[in-house]
């Protein structure tokens, strides 16, 4: 079983200002959340290294690492490989929590279901020729009017439909359901590179071990 990511972070030491750092010695440790892990440009540049995935209902990713690797706590890897940072914005939200938020956003479900603007359905020609694609927005009353030359004649048409607020926001979570996972016969090329970029070199500012710096104390400099 993989590591949780945070095991890979390093830690960083600052002067205890709490009531307990009583000495000029105390320090608190915590995680140094500014080292943060990517994918190395010429991996994540080259869709070899990747496999489409589809998010399916509420699947979090500890359930998509533990679907395709077979380990939870490669959840930081589904989340790297698409550059996910904030995942309560940037994840396909839980059913519940969906309903939750079109209801405190649009008040009622009138007003979630009422029309936000109108699409375009496929018009094509009598040869078979798209005249306006499918999904552009227009106004209700749209038409076109064009030369079919199989007809030999000018025709107008029409065809337009309304999308409502729920459909419109219901896209917008289809589209994060679409997403890229890196294969699994390249897992340990990734956990190499982050084994390797995460500690500290013995140049760092106030390098104490590979794992851990220390902030500078002021107390010290004050008289």
Not at 88 to 101: A, C, G, H, I, T
Not at 114 to 136: F, L
Not at 155 to 163: C, E
């Amino acid at each position: 079983m993989a590591k949780q990511y945070f095991s890979y972070v390093p830690n960083f030491e600052y002067v205890d200002r709490t009531s307990k750092g009583q000495n000029i010695s105390d320090y608190t440790k915590v995680k140094n959340l500014f080292k943060r892990a990517k994918i190395r440009s010429d991996i994540l540049g080259d869709i070899s290294f990747f496999t489409k995935y589809q998010i399916i209902g509420d699947e979090r990713p500890d359930n998509v690492a533990q679907k395709v690797y077979g380990d939870s706590n490669l959840d930081w890897l589904v989340m790297l490989c698409n550059n996910i940072v904030h995942f309560e914005n940037e994840w396909p939200m839980s059913q519940e929590s969906f309903d939750n938020y079109l209801l405190d956003k649009y008040g009622s479900y009138e007003a979630l279901y009422s029309t936000r603007y109108y699409i375009t359905g496929e018009i094509k020609n009598s040869q078979n020729i798209i005249i306006v694609p499918q999904g552009v927005i227009v106004p209700s009353d749209y038409s076109v009017t064009f030369y079919d030359e199989g007809l030999g004649q000018t025709i107008t048409r029409s065809s337009v439909y309304p999308v409502s607020n729920y459909e419109y926001e219901n896209g917008l979570q289809d589209k994060k359901r679409n997403i890229f996972l890196i294969k699994p016969f390249y897992i340990a090329l990734i956990i190499d590179d982050l084994e390797t970029v995460m500690p500290y070199g013995k140049g760092s500012t106030q390098y104490v071990a590979p794992g851990l710096v220390r902030g500078e104390n002021i107390r010290l400099f004050q008289g």
